[in-house]
């Protein structure tokens, strides 16, 4: 599975943003997927998370409230929709794919995901 993130930019804080990750190849194995963060000189952090058929969501108490996750089976392709941003989101937010492991793994370990896409730069100004 190949995944290209999209969508990055500078917003000011209490803007909105949207993030889009578009999946290649085979995508029938993937079974979720997720956004992370990584600020910087911070660890990667995990932000959110879908399940691929179910739609089945997990959020980062973080984010909660102020993020919305969302998949199109037909089109392929991951959102995150992030609004009342705060210079704290800033980040490089990447996508991920777990096309391995079906159940029973911690989905907020970026370990548990196997394929990556390229970050991209999101700055919140305040």
């Known amino acids: 599975v190949q995944l290209q993130a999209c969508g990055g930019g500078l917003v000011q804080a209490g803007g909105s943003l949207r993030l889009s990750c578009a999946a290649s190849?085979?995508?029938?194995?993937?079974?979720?997927m997720a956004w992370f963060r990584q600020a910087s000189g911070k660890e990667r952090e995990f932000v959110a998370t879908?399940?691929?058929?179910?739609?089945?969501?997990n959020y980062a108490d973080s984010v909660k409230g102020r993020a919305t996750i969302s998949r199109d089976n037909a089109k392929n392709t991951l959102s995150l929709q992030k609004d009342s941003l705060v210079p704290e989101d800033t980040a490089v937010y990447s996508c991920a794919a777990n096309t391995v492991i079906t159940y029973g793994y911690d989905v907020a370990n970026y370990r548990n995901y196997d394929s990556w896409g390229q970050g991209t730069q999101v700055t919140v100004s305040s």
């Open positions: 190849g085979r995508t029938d194995v993937i079974h979720r």
């Open positions: 879908v399940t691929w058929s179910g739609g089945n969501t």
